[in-house]
């Protein structure tokens, strides 16, 4: 298992320091808190390391070996076991929505990609839900995902996010970011971070299309749909059709996303825009789904996971991406193929011309460099 002892969240920083600024009182204090639980468990599960990889990410060579805890509010994880592989449904909806929501995922990424969990080898799949109050995220930890419960537990008419299990991608999101550990293991910083990022969102969608049978066409390419209670003005986190449309709220500020390399946001901040510049490969992938049409995971996805898994490395550049799926799809489907072409185009829409040398000491490089901060991971 590749060291990993970071935490790698849903909801992105920026989207809670707005409503650290803009928010009421108690949301104020819920998105204070949420980012003070964030670092405090990051920095926690840093001095651990995988003391927990043993007894919690062992494989189950086989099949689907889900188990649901409870962690009661509290920061202690696993928690309590409350649902199994194969145990009847719980009273507690967000258990059900945490072992089905991991189900599906097994079964895009068998079905479609023959992959074994995680791994690729049987990994179980452990969650815990109900994790600290007022949490406004779910993360990957290296080892198992962990659901808040949003604000579940604030009066009606201060409430911003459901709880976080209510959204199927986002449990997609956060699985795929295991995957990634396992295969490629992109850096979360810059630009490699940002592709981190967008293939968590990449297999997120598809795994939400797989569920429902949509088309790409059908689809409506949202992450975090139904994340959002009806007091935002917003259908989600990020969009990949429309990058940057997502939300525009007085409260959680409007979406930063760009969906071009000329709008590319040079930041030191979110570990170098790794949030908001994912937006550029998000709008890629999503215009070659609608280039080849059908259902997206049956080409597009091929051609995604293949480099995800076989070509790209933990360096990986924006650049790196569109030349290695352009690879991808020519091993897959033949030089001049159609897919080929899609990629092409889908990666020419952002700004990114296939075959161009790599600027992966671009501009973002340069101002980390006068911080001190260039070649720094998280």
Same mark, same amino acid.
Request: hydrophobic content about 35%.
């Given at each position: 298992?590749?060291?990993? /002892? !970071? #935490?790698? /969240?849903?909801?992105?920083?920026?989207?809670?320091?707005? #409503?650290?600024?803009?928010?009421?009182?108690?949301?104020?204090?819920?998105?204070?808190?949420?980012?003070?639980?964030?670092? *405090?468990?990051?920095?926690?599960?840093?001095?651990?390391?995988?003391?927990?990889?043993?007894?919690?990410?062992?494989? #189950?060579?086989? &099949?689907?070996?889900?188990?649901?805890?409870?962690?009661?509010?509290? $920061?202690?994880?696993?928690?309590?076991?409350?649902? &199994?592989?194969?145990?009847?449904?719980?009273?507690?909806?967000?258990?059900?929505?945490?072992?089905?929501?991991?189900?599906?995922?097994? %079964?895009?990424?068998?079905?479609?990609? &023959?992959?074994?969990?995680?791994?690729?080898?049987?990994?179980?799949?452990?969650?815990?839900?109900?994790?600290?109050?007022?949490?406004?995220?779910?993360?990957?930890?290296?080892?198992?995902?962990?659901?808040?419960?949003? %604000?579940?537990?604030?009066?009606?008419?201060?409430?911003?996010?459901?709880?976080?299990?209510?959204?199927?991608?986002?449990?997609?999101?956060?699985?795929?970011?295991?995957? $990634?550990?396992?295969?490629?293991?992109?850096?979360?910083?810059?630009?490699?971070?940002?592709?981190?990022? !967008?293939? *968590?969102?990449?297999?997120? *969608?598809?795994?939400?299309? @797989?569920?429902?049978?949509?088309?790409? $066409?059908?689809?409506?390419?949202?992450?975090?749909?139904?994340?959002?209670?009806?007091?935002?003005?917003?259908?989600?986190?990020?969009?990949?059709?429309?990058?940057?449309?997502?939300?525009?709220?007085?409260?959680?500020?409007?979406?930063?996303?760009?969906?071009?390399?000329? %709008?590319?946001?040079?930041?030191?901040?979110?570990?170098?825009? +790794?949030?908001?510049?994912?937006? #550029?490969?998000?709008?890629?992938? @999503?215009? +070659?789904?609608?280039?080849?049409?059908?259902?997206?995971?049956?080409?597009?996805?091929?051609?995604? @996971?293949?480099?995800?898994?076989?070509?790209?490395?933990?360096?990986?550049?924006?650049?790196?991406?569109?030349?290695?799926?352009?690879?991808?799809?020519?091993?897959?489907?033949?030089?001049?193929?159609?897919?080929?072409?899609?990629?092409?185009?889908?990666?020419?829409?952002?700004?990114?011309?296939?075959?161009?040398? !790599?600027?992966?000491? &671009? /501009?973002? $490089? *340069?101002?980390?460099?006068?911080?001190?901060?260039?070649?720094?991971?998280?």
């Amino acid at each position: 298992m590749h060291a990993h /002892c !970071s #935490i790698l /969240c849903i909801t992105p920083p920026h989207m809670l320091r707005e #409503i650290a600024q803009n928010g009421t009182p108690v949301q104020q204090e819920v998105a204070r808190k949420t980012l003070m639980a964030s670092e *405090s468990f990051r920095a926690k599960r840093s001095a651990m390391g995988g003391m927990l990889a043993a007894s919690l990410a062992a494989t #189950i060579i086989g &099949g689907k070996e889900r188990t649901i805890y409870d962690a009661k509010n509290g $920061t202690s994880l696993p928690g309590v076991k409350i649902r &199994g592989e194969g145990d009847p449904a719980s009273l507690d909806p967000a258990v059900n929505e945490a072992y089905d929501g991991s189900g599906i995922t097994y %079964d895009l990424y068998m079905n479609a990609f &023959g992959r074994n969990s995680i791994d690729n080898n049987g990994m179980k799949l452990n969650s815990t839900v109900h994790f600290q109050k007022g949490y406004d995220n779910a993360f990957w930890d290296g080892e198992q995902m962990v659901y808040g419960d949003g %604000d579940e537990d604030l009066p009606v008419d201060q409430r911003l996010f459901n709880r976080f299990t209510k959204s199927l991608d986002v449990i997609a999101h956060e699985l795929t970011h295991g995957v $990634t550990q396992y295969e490629a293991n992109l850096n979360y910083y810059g630009q490699p971070g940002a592709l981190n990022e !967008s293939m *968590s969102d990449v297999f997120g *969608s598809l795994v939400k299309q @797989y569920q429902h049978m949509q088309t790409a $066409t059908e689809a409506d390419w949202i992450i975090g749909e139904g994340l959002f209670t009806s007091n935002v003005n917003g259908v989600g986190i990020r969009s990949m059709k429309a990058p940057g449309t997502a939300y525009d709220d007085p409260v959680l500020g409007k979406d930063p996303q760009p969906a071009h390399m000329s %709008d590319y946001v040079t930041t030191i901040e979110d570990n170098g825009g +790794v949030h908001i510049n994912s937006g #550029i490969p998000n709008h890629a992938f @999503y215009v +070659v789904a609608r280039e080849l049409g059908s259902f997206a995971w049956e080409k597009a996805g091929v051609i995604w @996971y293949k480099a995800l898994t076989d070509k790209l490395t933990k360096t990986s550049s924006f650049e790196d991406a569109a030349n290695l799926t352009f690879q991808a799809a020519t091993e897959l489907y033949g030089s001049g193929s159609l897919e080929e072409q899609a990629v092409r185009t889908g990666w020419a829409e952002v700004g990114i011309t296939i075959g161009a040398p !790599s600027t992966n000491e &671009g /501009c973002l $490089t *340069s101002v980390l460099r006068v911080f001190g901060l260039a070649g720094s991971k998280r």
